[in-house]
């Protein structure tokens, strides 16, 4: 477990795609929680502040103690933490864009969402994956400014790029494809960046993580430029 941040108040770790934050219904046989692993790393409880998909890999922040845990809650509630996810997406995004698009909950709830998007990279492969010759694909950076459930995922979708093993917003066709051609079923998305006001001090904290494995080699793979992340 990488930790890339921590003081007396708040740690926060690169997570692992594939683990949970913390126990769900979702997946009752689940046993090893990203809350466990920390709490056993360095032997006191702590507090998620923010959630992260189980597909989702990067930046997680926990809290040390449940004040403050609710501070930063309320800050993620007010929109005063700067979030920024990489992802690559099937076709050629739009150079920037906005995505204004409400989403419901399991419920029917409707709820207003927004994000953000940049072209870093796009980039064709000479390998058909459909009706088409070639293939082509994106890299964009993401900024939520609200954080629905699957809110990435669901808009990215939305605009019909949606993201490469993305499960059940994603294209069926094209993760069977990048199993099939790359042996590789993980979701290309990643928590990059977060920056915020420190609850205690006030002073401005940015935390980074790197990629995982299998998102560098799909860089490889489809001919993106690492040096642009």
């Known amino acids: 477990m990488e930790v890339l941040y921590e003081d007396d108040h708040l740690i926060a770790i690169n997570k692992p795609h594939g683990l949970f934050v913390h126990r769900t219904a979702l997946d009752k046989d689940a046993t090893i929680f990203a809350v466990q692993c920390v709490r056993d790393l360095i032997g006191q409880r702590v507090y998620p502040v ?8 990067g930046v997680l922040v926990l809290a040390k103690s449940k004040s403050v845990q609710s501070l ?3 800050m ?3 929109r005063q933490v ?5 992802a690559i997406v099937r ?4 150079d920037n864009g906005t995505i204004d698009y409400v989403l419901k909950t399991d419920k029917g709830k409707a709820q207003d969402a927004l994000t953000h998007y940049r072209t870093i990279k796009r980039t064709e492969i000479q390998i058909s994956s459909g009706r088409f010759e070639t293939s082509r694909y994106s890299m964009v950076e993401l900024n939520p400014v609200t954080g629905r459930m699957h809110q990435l995922r669901r808009h990215m979708s939305h605009i019909f790029h949606p993201i490469i093993g993305d499960r059940p917003h994603g294209c069926n066709k094209q993760n069977r494809f990048f199993l099939a051609q790359f042996e590789m079923g993980t979701m290309m998305l990643h928590a990059s960046e977060i920056s915020f006001a420190h609850p205690i001090s006030g002073l401005t904290v940015h935390i980074q993580g790197e990629i995982h494995s299998e998102f560098e080699r799909m860089i490889r793979e489809l001919g993106f430029d690492r040096r642009l992340i």
Not at 50 to 57: E, G, P, Q, V, Y
Not at 91 to 94: E, I, K, V, W
């Open 72 to 74: 930063m809650n309320e």
């Open 91 to 94: 076709g050629y995004t739009d």
């Open 82 to 86: 700067m979030k920024k996810y990489l």
């Open 50 to 57: 923010h959630r992260l998909d189980r597909k989702t890999s």
């Open 76 to 78: 993620f509630r007010e």
